[in-house]
């Protein structure tokens, strides 16, 4: 939660004292008078000079150069000397010292502590350790700013046996500052530290003097310009308080600076070798990983229930019209990625889906070394590495919400030479992971993973696997490529049955590959040990995103809308069909094949629909469009049943309770069973453009499908529909609102 600036109600100080009155305790006291502080803010210097300018600038209100006058009568003490002045600072105050609390500001921790035990024999419990992740190359009280340290960090240190009172009261003066304040442990801070701050300081102002001294520095720096610029700002800080930095903290730093020499020699010798992979690698790795981390920090809150709300509000009506495209199709992107890195040579992707879940699988690519170049506007090119070429990343790959990267990177890494982590958000991380941990056990494999087969998985590498004849218990595609794609290590021959048809875009696009796979019946198969041959991929719209406008334009009276480029691989197709058996007026014009996938455009207008029981074997042919086909069902006249799809319940979020419980809030009859739902639906009335149901309040419960069928529920809605938890929409679909408002929707977007 963001503090409110200006809520000093935690802070009841009579007078707080700052030792030392530079940029940063100027800014402090700056920002506790701005926010209202009623205590007295006095502070100590021995540069009297500061202290003039301190009360001249009415930053403080009075101030000296000796402790001894001004301690007594201060409840709160903020030293914000250098790191190296500490010792000397506690030093004259151990005798001073009553019940104050003492904290610091200092950017390393141990050698404070260290300091406080010499002077103390150990870190009183008043004394809480702080640091605000907040700076300016600028130095003294001049330079203060009342805003410094909003909306900025402030980790604090405490040890177990601070006083909590007194942590309370130091966290009660930076949250008055606008702070966020976090904790974390001393050794924690310092590792830290030198990595994100104390390592990029000693870079620029080893920069900055290595090219001044050389001969021709007069016209290195008339010349210099932005990059020089924006790289070397903090060589201008403070040198004081720089080397006492380095010096304290010499071992984190250290070991910051040895990392990055390594990362040094690679790109060295990369462009010595003219090796332009490995440096299109490392520096499109370095390109989105400030953004992609900031994503993935906000994942972090979000499971740690800090969600990001975004709530949907749809308002009841519309109609729907026109010719739209939707993004690529998802489960062809996170493919199209896989098999580019492993292939030989350069694989072109365009419509590419740059949705969450796909730039999840990409993201991990390029943590093992693979050269990626964009999304650009879907297009994405990638420098395959060959079946052998990737490499230990360097850490856990975080794939996110995708069940799809999960599964499918199971297989592919079982059977690399290094070991990996695969880990996802808290949807993911609930979802079963048995059913491909098991069968690639049976290969050969071995997999850890959490109570209940969940994830993370840790899977180890330098394994020999051995092909297997599996029989899936579960229509499923992403164990059936899980197992083909450990296949491709194996030795002789991996076979899947599959208990019915599922989607085969791993199948067709290792043949597209140069990968022979086979099918006969009901049997997927390919020998291990070959070599897959980059080619370019066309990724056609995804059919499940276009769903939710063909069931919108299904139910919606006066609709007629195309979708275009859509792939109808007969194995995706079951909301065509069903939405036909149901009476919908739907034609595919326009058929044709884009590598290795038919595509087509599909019109839809608006005729009354009828409930049908839906045929077991379109189950999973459809089986991520039922969200969006529930709401058709709610719309048509009669029952609809559906029967036999239990995957359902471990999609993103248990899909059929969920469409249950939102579809009896907005007054839509529905009996939930183990492995379907009844829904009666509203259609079939007197008034066939009036309204089917009620508005409502919907929990999506962060799946991005649930969030959009109920907004495409609106359409027939007699109220508003408000939809929290939206945000995972983008892991599938990003530009649904605007798309959807694109053709007549009125939906707004809030959080
Ligand atoms: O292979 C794939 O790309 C997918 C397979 C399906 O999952 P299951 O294999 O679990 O049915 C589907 O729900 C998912 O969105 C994508
Ligand atoms: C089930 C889905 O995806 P995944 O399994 O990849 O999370 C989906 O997109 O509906």
Known sequence: MQPDPQDTSGLAEPRVLIVGLGMIGGSLARALRAAGFEGEIVACDRDAIEIARGLEMGVIDDGGTSLAALVPRSSLIVLAVPVLAMEGVLHALAPLLDDQVVTDVGSTKQAIRDAARRVFGGLPPTMVLGHPIAGSEKSGVAASDASLYRRHKVILTPEADTDPVALMRVRAMWIACGAEVLEMTIERHDEVLARTSHLPHLLAFSLVDTLARQDER??????????????????????????????????????????????????????????????????????????????????TRYQTMEPR??????SPGGSVSGSIRV?????????????????EGVTQVQGFLEGEDSLATLQAFREMGVAIEGPHQGRVTIHGVGMHGLQKPAGPLYVGNAGTAMRLFAGLLAGQAFDTELTGDASLTRRPMGRVADPLRLMGAVIETADGQRPPLRIKGGQQLEGIAYDMPMASAQVKSCLLLAGLYAEGETRVREPAPTRDHTERMLNGFGYPVHRQDDVAWLEGGGRLSAGPIDVPSDISSATFFLVAAAITPGSDLILEHVGVNPTRIGVINILKAMGADLELLDEHEVGGEPVANIRIRYV?????DIPAEQVPLAIDEFPALFIAAANAAGTTRLRGAEELRVKESDRLQAMADGLQALGVEATLYEDGIDIVGRGGGQDEDGPSYGGGQIDSLGDHRI????????LRAGDEIVIDDCANVATSFPGFVDLARRVGLQLDEEG
Not at 309 to 314: A, D, F, K, L, T
Request: charged share 20%.
């Open 309 to 314: 709300n975004v709530r949907y509000r749809v």
């Open 707 to 714: 969030a959009m069928a109920f907004t495409i529920a609106g």
């Open 218 to 299: 007069l016209e290195i720096f008339r010349y210099a310009a932005g990059g020089f610029r924006d790289f070397t700002r903090i060589a201008g800080s403070d040198p004081v308080m720089w080397r006492d930095i380095f010096t304290a903290n010499r071992t984190a730093l250290l070991n910051a600076l040895d990392d990055f020499e390594n990362g040094i020699a690679g790109l060295r010798a990369a462009i010595a070798a003219d090796d332009q992979d490995a440096l299109l690698a490392t520096l499109d790795r370095a390109s989105h990983a400030r953004h992609y981390f900031d994503t993935l920090l906000n994942k």
């Open 327 to 343: 993004p690529g199709d998802k489960s062809i992107s996170h493919r199209a990625i896989m098999l580019g890195a492993l292939a």
């Open 608 to 612: 009354p629909l009828q409930g049908i």
